[in-house]
């Protein structure tokens, strides 16, 4: 995407495409656009002068447009230079005279009262009128001197506050401020764990909404369908299949589980559009939080293969508990699945309708309510390739047999988990960064 930036200063430009290059975006300035024109910023915020620029060139350019307005806020000035930082000193952009002014203003002020802050509002202006606005400020104070090379603006002056240090100052290092994301990437996630928790309890209070029975249903669905695929395929495969109903139901229930999931996960993006027009959230919350919620109630329909194990008289072996091994790397499978069809649905509505029939196809190819064996020699070869032959494999060697899976099984999960997991994350990351053009 081809993004215009409302500006011509060229530290800006440099951060700019620093950041939106990298996404893949072609970021073009006001001088590559030859557009001259010069906005009256008469807002008396930072935010009201980002959107003045950002509407004024997005008209001009009909192009996406970002433009920011930032500057540095000095308590001992009452605010100065505020929205007037560019051109503090009388010439707008003319960065050593706004520097030296500001410390010649801040000549007696002692050090414990040179507090500042930073302020930043950026607005991403869309030709058809949406926008999309967001603001920081970084505290820190004002240096009786200049010091370092590499920024802009006042960088040289401002020091920021000791837990913002990795967010500016001229001397800093990029490798140091990759680092310092790269170890907040797990605080980022764990931040939002709140909200995964809230989406995940919305999700299981609108399924069992006014329900009589509510969550009795994760166990009565699986039974249900159980009895009833066995009264008719029982006879077909009675022979074949030792405890038919503890069979069924071990591959019903993590079928289902990943049919469900996935379905709801896909269409968890476009479902929350409106939220994600108006604040930011990551985006990778929503599909993950409707995997989540489906694996509560997953673990809720285990009681229900525990109570055919006790109506079959099967036996309970050992083995039953690593189950959660299966089950953990099915989870990832499936989340990876929901990052993918959530991204691709945003592009491609038809998705949504295809994916049924995908999911039926992949339902019969799945040994569920047949055995492997009753399949043609290439068939079952065929089948081999299907991953969640491999998840439903492990279950029911752990849960009917008492056995452990072979080195084999095992690999085929771990791949097909992390693998998808890993291409999944890959393509939302570089498709999320369009949502806004299509949501």
Excluded at 255 to 263: D, I
Excluded at 321 to 347: D, E, H, I, K, N
Excluded at 379 to 395: F, R, S
Aim: net charge positive.
């Amino acid at each position: 995407m081809i993004v215009c930036a409302a500006s011509n200063n060229a530290g800006k430009l440099k951060e700019l495409r620093r950041i939106l290059e990298q996404m893949g975006h072609e970021v073009k300035s006001l001088r590559d656009l030859c557009i001259d024109l010069d906005p009256e910023e008469t807002g008396t915020t930072f935010a009201e002068n980002a959107r003045i620029k950002a509407e004024a060139f997005c008209k001009a350019s009909g192009l996406p447009t970002v433009a920011d307005d930032s500057g540095l806020c000095v308590d001992a000035l009452h605010g100065a230079p505020g929205v007037y930082s560019a051109r503090y000193a009388g010439h707008h952009g003319d960065d050593a005279a706004n520097n030296a002014k500001l410390l010649h203003e801040m000549a007696d002020v002692p050090a414990g009262q040179r507090a500042a802050k930073f302020v930043s509002a950026i607005c991403f202006m869309l030709p058809d009128g949406r926008a999309l606005e967001v603001a920081g400020e970084c505290p820190g104070s004002i240096s009786f001197a200049e010091t370092g090379s590499n920024g802009f603006g006042y960088d040289p002056l401002f020091v920021p506050a000791p837990k913002n240090q990795n967010f500016t100052r001229s001397h800093f290092s990029m490798q140091g401020k990759t680092t310092a994301q790269l170890r907040g990437s797990w605080h980022k996630f764990s931040k939002y764990r709140p909200l995964i928790r809230e989406l995940v309890t919305r999700d299981l209070k609108v399924k069992y909404r006014r329900s009589f029975l509510g969550y009795v249903w994760s166990i009565l669905n699986p039974l249900l369908m159980m009895l009833l695929q066995t009264l008719v395929f029982s006879y077909m495969f009675r022979f074949q299949i030792e405890n038919f109903p503890l069979y069924l139901i071990c591959g019903n229930t993590l079928f289902n589980f990943f049919n469900e999931s996935t379905n709801m996960g896909m269409g968890s993006v476009l479902g929350n559009s409106s939220l994600i027009k108006k604040v930011y959230v990551p985006k990778f919350i929503f599909p993950i939080s409707r995997v989540v919620s489906s694996f509560v109630n997953l673990l809720f329909s285990l009681a229900a293969i525990i109570l055919v194990m006790l109506i079959t008289r099967s036996p309970f072996h050992l083995t039953i508990l690593l189950v959660w091994a299966p089950l953990v790397l099915l989870f990832l499978f499936t989340c990876g699945m929901a990052l993918l069809l959530s991204a691709l649905a945003v592009y491609f509505r038809d998705l949504q309708y295809l994916y049924g029939i995908v999911t039926m196809a992949w339902m019969y190819a799945t040994p569920l309510f047949y055995p492997i064996s009753a399949l043609p020699p290439f068939m079952e070869a065929i089948v081999k390739l299907n991953p969640l032959d491999h998840y439903i494999n492990c279950m029911r060697c752990l849960v009917m047999y008492g056995t452990v899976p072979g080195p084999n099984t095992w690999f085929a999960c771990i791949v097909c988990a992390v693998g998808v997991m890993v291409v999944g994350l890959a393509a939302f990351r570089k498709l999320q960064r369009n949502f806004i053009l299509y949501l």
